[in-house]
């Protein structure tokens, strides 16, 4: 059975690997099978105060690197949240069944409450609401999210139950988190540390040219090198083969594994291995990218046939909650 998705993305700064692999290159494949809906989440953008002057900048771009990297408006339903006042409207109404202390405990509220005390505005307290009304407002079975967003997952199907149950009703289905199982991968920063994230400052991004990218893989923390036939991996080292092998082919992995182990491996030649391969995959959508963002007449109508599926879907969905609590035309 094809299932119905649903994923918001954020509209705020550019793609790298990490975002690349454990997510975005997912969404490619879902949307073979199921029917996708991707959105750029702009409304909730708002919830931080972005300079007005760059919102729309920072959505065309993010638009672009997301077309460039293979979602297809030909398969999946590609809008912008902004372009669908229906999520708007049942948003206020579906506000009127969540509560204050339950959106007050959720985690993300915490920390932002803690990172950003001098502007907590009521769009934060109640932005699992208008995430939940993205998803259910499509009547979504499955949401690719990751960890962080669980909890907001959550909430939305405790909202959709409610909903129900006040009703009498059988209109949300509950909707279930999407499992890349085996797939689920971690990309590691080439720092030596954890993972590769916008706010480690350690990205490799998708649009970064040829030679700050080489760059960058080229101060890759390493160690002082084998000792001893058949070493352990320390953590830098290890980071490298798994974004090696993400990126290269598989016997191009063994040959730099066997090197290793046999104490023959220069680090500089590695590196420079992994640059050209991250490269290969990388060039092909930067490319795409530059001609796309140049390409408003495209974007356009991109956006214009994405708001318009989105639009009849959440219209319909919106029509029967109306119905359900009690609207009526005169
Ligand atoms: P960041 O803020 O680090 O750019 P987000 O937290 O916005 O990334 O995550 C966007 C998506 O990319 C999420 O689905 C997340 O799981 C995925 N992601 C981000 N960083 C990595 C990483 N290093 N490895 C795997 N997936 C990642
Ligand atoms: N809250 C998500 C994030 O910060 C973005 C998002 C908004 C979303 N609406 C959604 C994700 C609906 C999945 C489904 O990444």
């Known amino acids: 059975m ?56 920072n959505v065309k771009s993010i638009l672009a690197q997301y077309l460039a990297a293979g979602l297809d408006p030909e398969k999946s339903t590609i809008f912008i949240q902004s ?3 229906e999520i708007s409207e049942m948003y206020l109404l579906m506000n009127m069944h969540v509560y204050i202390g339950e959106l007050e405990r959720t985690a993300s509220f915490k920390d932002k409450v803690r990172k950003q005390p001098e502007n907590v505005n009521a769009g934060l ?10 998803i259910l407002i499509h009547k979504a079975t499955k949401v690719p999210v990751g960890k962080d967003q669980e ?4 909430l939305t199907r405790r909202f959709a139950r409610r909903f129900n149950n006040i ?21 590691p920063g080439l720092d030596g540390s954890g993972k590769m994230g916008k706010s480690e400052g350690n990205c490799i991004y998708l649009i970064d040219e040829d030679k700050p990218l080489r760059k960058k893989v080229m101060k890759a923390v390493t160690d002082e090198g084998p000792k001893e036939p058949n070493s352990p991996l320390s953590q830098p080292i290890e980071n490298l083969f798994t974004v ?13 594994k066997a090197a290793y182990a046999d104490c023959s491996i220069r680090y500089g030649d590695f590196k420079k291995q992994i640059a050209e391969d991250i490269l290969k995959v990388t060039t092909p959508m930067r490319e795409r990218y530059n001609e796309i963002i140049k390409d408003e007449e495209y974007m ?4 214009k046939i994405g ?19 009690g609207f009526k035309s005169f």
Do not use: W
């Not at 993400?246 to 040959?255: F, G, H, R, Y």
């Open 83 to 85: 372009d669908v006042p």
């Open 167 to 187: 009703y009498g009703v059988e209109l949300f289905p509950e909707p279930a988190s999407y499992n890349f199982g085996s797939e689920s991968i971690k990309v």
């Open 2 to 57: 094809r299932d119905i998705v649903v994923s918001g993305i954020r509209s705020t700064g550019n793609l790298h690997l990490g975002n690349y692999y454990g997510a975005l290159r997912n969404f490619v494949k879902m949307q073979e099978e199921n029917d996708c809906f991707f959105f750029i989440a702009d409304l909730h953008a708002l919830t931080t105060h972005p300079d007005p002057a760059q919102l729309h900048d």
């Open 244 to 256: 090696m092998s993400l990126v290269s082919e598989p016997e191009v992995v063994e040959q730099y």
């Open 125 to 134: 307290l109640t932005y699992p609401s208008l995430m939940a009304v993205d």
């Open 300 to 303: 356009r109508k991109v956006v």
């Open 307 to 325: 708001a318009e599926k989105a639009r009849e879907s959440a219209a319909k969905t919106l029509a029967e909650v109306r119905k359900i609590m």
């Open 151 to 154: 909890q907001h997952l959550e």
